[in-house]
């Protein structure tokens, strides 16, 4: 199975004029991408994720604040990633259950290879490690 990975995005600027960082497919984006989304405003005091994805892969960036993001496959690995630059991204393949903490104000990019399909998620989490 393929492993998460952190994606270094290049930060192209300097510091008086700010930066711009880019996702391009096949660059650093191993899957065409089919669908955008975003979330915020999710206090610091609420866990999201608890699913996993049969098929979708994602790439996700903090683009504002600080968000703790937890995978693990079914066999109980477990990878740990702090999104805690704009220009740092992780790869999520798909089959890993995801726990996502946020700071204040932070503010989720995902860049995702399907569009949404609530048929592809798996919300149990004995259903995730067991089969079913
Ligand atoms: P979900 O993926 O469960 O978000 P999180 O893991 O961050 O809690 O989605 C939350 C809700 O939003 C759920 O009711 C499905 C809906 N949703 C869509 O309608 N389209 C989408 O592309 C996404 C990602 C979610």
């Known amino acids: 199975m393929k492993e998460p990975k952190e994606i270094a995005f290049?930060?192209?600027?300097?510091?008086d004029l700010g930066y711009i960082s880019v996702a391009q497919y096949e660059d650093l984006v191993p899957f065409e991408i089919k669908r955008v989304y975003w979330t915020y405003f999710t206090p610091n005091h609420i866990v999201r994720g608890n699913h996993a994805h049969k098929?979708?892969?994602?790439?996700?960036?903090?683009?504002?604040?600080?968000?703790?993001?937890?995978?693990?496959?079914?066999?109980?690995?477990?990878?740990?990633?702090?999104?805690?630059?704009?220009?740092?991204g992780i790869y999520v393949p798909e089959g890993y259950w995801r726990t996502?903490?946020?700071?204040?104000?932070?503010?989720?990019?995902c860049l995702a290879s399907e569009n949404y399909d609530e048929k592809d998620y798996i919300r149990d989490y004995s259903e995730f490690k067991h089969g079913k």
Do not use: C, W, Y
């Not at 290049?10 to 510091?15: A, E, L, N, T, Y």
């Not at 477990?78 to 740092?88: A, C, G, I, R």
């Open 100 to 109: 996502i903490r946020f700071s204040h104000s932070a503010v989720l990019l």
């Open 10 to 15: 290049q930060s192209i600027g300097q510091p």
């Open 55 to 88: 098929q979708l892969k994602q790439v996700i960036v903090a683009v504002s604040g600080v968000i703790d993001f937890t995978l693990e496959d079914s066999n109980g690995n477990t990878f740990e990633f702090v999104l805690d630059n704009p220009n740092k």
